[in-house]
């Protein structure tokens, strides 16, 4: 960082304690500092096989730290170590950076560094929802038609949606992208054919995005779920760059198990979803056709 850069540095709080002793020193170091990064989550004790938590917020006074930091008026950026989706509302709605690190190992601190100096563009994405809250379990992207107001109901006093959706993600950069094209609209159940869309990298940093494709049968004999996770592809695209990402679309992509357990393609219509995450806003849709 160079001998220009002091680091005040104060614990605040242990993992799983109760204990605010910490506090006024950690706020101390906040306040003499330009930014804040602020380190919470949980550890061995507090999340692994075995062990089961009433709730998923942050343990102990963790939450309350982020509280008292972020009263400081100063920037904070959260980093997350944690073992579990946590339901971190507080963070989310008034912590404007969140870095998810999960469990890193020995050279875990170089990596979060290089992010957090921008050395590294992260392109990551999550391979679970975070709930909101523990009553919402089980929270998945892997909704039924069925389930009434799925997709955008609530609960009778909360927000149903996760509080961060399967597959999402941020990046340094932004990208846009264009409406799918199919190349054939209209196939046989034995036929293939491939969806394609162009992403363009609209910031001014080179970048990855991991590009998604979710399939839903629309009329299917047996019960299916709103979509379905059934590629995606990782691409780096430099300032202002365009590429086009394409799926294959047969067997293995329309098929389902019916009734006689059997994997089949129906004929039917179904609808193809490309974009940053499964979350409805960050998809472009497109139908297809099966004869």
Not at 110 to 118: I, P
Request: hydrophobic content about 35%.
């Amino acid at each position: 960082m160079g001998e220009n850069v002091k680091i005040n540095y104060a614990k605040g709080c242990n993992i799983d304690s109760f204990s605010k002793e910490g506090f006024p020193e950690a706020i101390s170091a906040a306040k003499k500092s330009d930014a804040v990064v602020l380190v919470v989550g949980s550890s061995h004790k507090t999340c692994g096989e075995g062990g089961d938590r009433a709730d998923l917020d942050l343990y102990g006074v963790q939450n309350e730290l982020v509280e008292a930091i972020h009263k400081t008026g100063k920037p904070v950026i959260v980093v997350l170590v944690n073992g579990r989706p946590l339901s971190i509302n507080y963070i989310a709605e008034n912590i404007p950076s969140v870095l998810e690190t999960w469990y890193g190992g020995m050279r875990a601190g170089d990596a979060v560094a290089n992010v957090l100096f921008g050395d590294v563009n992260p392109g990551g994405k999550l391979t679970m929802s975070f709930p909101r809250d523990v009553g919402q379990l089980p929270v998945t992207y892997l909704e039924r038609p069925d389930f009434i107001g799925s997709g955008k109901g609530k609960y009778r006093f909360s927000d149903k949606s996760p509080l961060f959706p399967f597959g999402y993600g941020l990046s340094y950069t932004t990208f846009k992208y264009g409406e799918p094209k199919l190349e054939k609209t209209s196939i046989n159940t034995d036929g293939t054919t491939a969806v394609s869309i162009e992403v363009t990298n609209t910031g001014k940093l080179a970048g990855d995005e991991v590009v998604q494709m979710y399939v839903r049968d629309d009329y299917a004999s047996v019960g299916r779920y709103l979509k379905m996770l059934k590629g995606f592809k990782r691409i780096t695209l430099k300032p202002g760059e365009t590429k086009t990402v394409s799926f294959k679309l047969g067997f293995d992509e329309l098929s389902i198990l019916n009734q006689e357990l059997k994997k089949v393609v129906e004929p039917g219509t179904f609808t193809i979803s490309v974009g940053a995450s499964s979350k409805v806003e960050d998809l472009k849709i497109i139908s297809l056709t099966v004869n």
